[in-house]
């Protein structure tokens, strides 16, 4: 049976000091990595999975304005809890943040691992309906020595016995919570939760870990992390299109593609009626496979009766970004036979840009007429199309 609800704590307090270097200046987890920070994509990759109802970061106490900056939006995202003085404690004071919503499941994960797939996720928490933890490794390939004082060997260790640990490690909330609070009152520093766990009596598996996991802890590591975006991070495009249409009512205004535009009539819908950003949020949530707009925004409910359509268009530009994709262009065509379109183009392209946070020459914004024929030529509405070209990580 599969959990209700799955939280993941993302432990990002650290001050990632060993990896900066006269490139990389800022803490390791806000550091730039192939045009987006670090934090931001590792946490992306948790909501970019169905079952996690709850992430919540932990940062520490000096980097508020940082983590505001990522300006990371989503429903299941909670206000960062600024961590402790060790990991141990900062993960502590994630679970206190959790134990309200009692979550069934909880998973662990270092905010200096961006490159946690979807596939590694699920294994750990399928692992869980068998054991009390779960935690990812990969074998060892190199020869492991032991020494007592950093020159001589004192013994050759089983390599085939070890495994080097990753996370995210996954736990029964109740259980590593009780865990995680007997283990502040002991005088001993654990390396990880799965360490707790096991002293604790707690049974923890090991699910196949992926090497590509990296645990961003160098400058060094900052290289190797670009190539595997450019190995593995490879891209298919995706196209989507949207189509709306609106009928005029009495009224003296209509919003198009973002803009204000004085008419006789106004248009007739349960938002501001913007015939151009409904098509076009449309034309995004299909490249992606979302549904429509009626899907995320169901004009049924009260609470967005007149909202503007740069709300809807928002969201379809945020789950874009979760999925870890871009917006390659966008194309909307807006056809009627008044207001006139043309001279608010630019302002509309700017509009749509600014909004998702894109570059204006990536969005186009045509107009034409319907040569005076039909319910268009009659003036009796006003009809828009869309399209949307869009590149997601490719998964094989």
């Not at 200096?112 to 399928?126: E, G, K, Q, Y």
């Not at 001993?188 to 990296?214: H, K, M, P, Q, S």
């Not at 190995?231 to 803009?259: A, C, N, Q």
């Given at each position: 049976m599969r959990p209700k609800s799955i939280a993941v704590i993302i432990v990002a307090a650290g001050k990632g000091e060993r990896a900066r270097s006269g490139t990389y200046a800022d803490p390791k987890q806000y550091q730039d990595l192939a045009g987006r920070p670090v934090l931001s994509r590792t946490i992306a990759a948790f909501l970019a999975h169905d079952a996690i109802s709850h992430v919540v970061p932990v940062i520490h106490a000096d980097h508020a304005e940082r983590?505001?900056?990522?300006?990371?939006?989503?429903?299941?995202?909670?206000?960062?809890?600024?961590?402790?003085?060790?990991?141990?404690?900062?993960?502590?004071?994630?679970?206190?943040?959790?134990?309200?919503?009692?979550?069934?499941?909880?998973?662990?994960?270092?905010?200096?691992?961006?490159?946690?797939?979807?596939?590694?996720?699920?294994?750990?928490?399928?692992?869980?309906?068998?054991?009390?933890?779960?935690?990812?490794?990969?074998?060892?390939?190199?020869?492991?020595?032991?020494?007592?004082?950093?020159?001589?060997?004192?013994?050759?260790?089983?390599?085939?016995?070890?495994?080097?640990?990753?996370?995210?490690?996954?736990?029964?909330?109740?259980?590593?919570?009780?865990?995680?609070?007997?283990?502040?009152?002991?005088?001993?520093?654990?390396?990880?939760?799965?360490?707790?766990?096991?002293?604790?009596?707690?049974?923890?598996?090991?699910?196949?870990?992926?090497?590509?996991?990296?645990?961003?802890?160098?400058?060094?590591?900052?290289?190797?992390?670009?190539?595997?975006?450019?190995?593995?991070?490879?891209?298919?495009?995706?196209?989507?299109?949207?189509?709306?249409?609106?009928?005029?009512?009495?009224?003296?205004?209509?919003?198009?593609?973002?803009?204000?535009?004085?008419?006789?009539?106004?248009?007739?819908?349960?938002?501001?009626?913007?015939?151009?950003?409904?098509?076009?949020?449309?034309?995004?949530?299909?490249a992606i496979g979302e549904g429509d707009i009626g899907v995320h925004f169901p004009p049924s409910d009260p609470q967005w009766k007149g909202a503007a359509s740069t709300i809807f268009l928002r969201h379809a530009g945020n789950l874009i970004a979760q999925r870890g994709g871009r917006i390659v262009n966008l194309d909307v065509t807006i056809v009627a036979e008044a207001p006139r379109i043309a001279v608010h183009a630019p302002a509309m392209c700017a509009v749509i840009a600014e909004t998702l946070g894109i570059s204006a020459d990536r969005v186009a914004v045509k107009a034409t007429t319907n040569e005076k024929l039909g319910f268009l030529g009659r003036e009796e509405g006003i009809v828009s199309m869309a399209s949307a070209s869009v590149e997601l990580p490719r998964i094989d």
């Open positions: 983590f505001s900056a990522l300006g990371l939006s989503d429903d299941r995202l909670l206000s960062p809890v600024v961590g402790g003085a060790s990991r141990q404690a900062s993960v502590l004071e994630g679970l206190k943040v959790l134990a309200p919503m009692r979550p069934d499941l909880v998973l662990i994960h270092d905010a200096a691992r961006p490159f946690v797939s979807n596939a590694l996720i699920a294994s750990v928490i399928d692992a869980l309906g068998e054991f009390d933890g779960a935690l990812p490794a990969v074998p060892l390939t190199d020869t492991i020595k032991r020494t007592l004082d950093g020159r001589e060997v004192v013994a050759t260790e089983d390599r085939r016995l070890l495994a080097a640990a990753q996370t995210p490690q996954g736990f029964r909330f109740g259980q590593i919570f009780s865990a995680h609070m007997r283990a502040g009152t002991v005088r001993r520093e654990f390396t990880d939760d799965a360490e707790i766990a096991e002293w604790a009596g707690l049974r923890v598996a090991l699910v196949a870990g992926d090497r590509d996991n990296l645990k961003i802890t160098h400058p060094d590591d900052f290289a190797r992390a670009e190539r595997i975006l450019g190995d593995s991070m490879k891209t298919e495009t995706r196209i989507g299109t949207g189509y709306d249409v609106h009928s005029f009512v009495p009224g003296d205004h209509v919003w198009l593609g973002g803009v204000k535009i004085p008419h006789h009539s106004g248009l007739n819908g349960h938002s501001d009626s913007d015939v151009a950003l409904h098509a076009l949020t449309d034309a995004m949530l299909g």
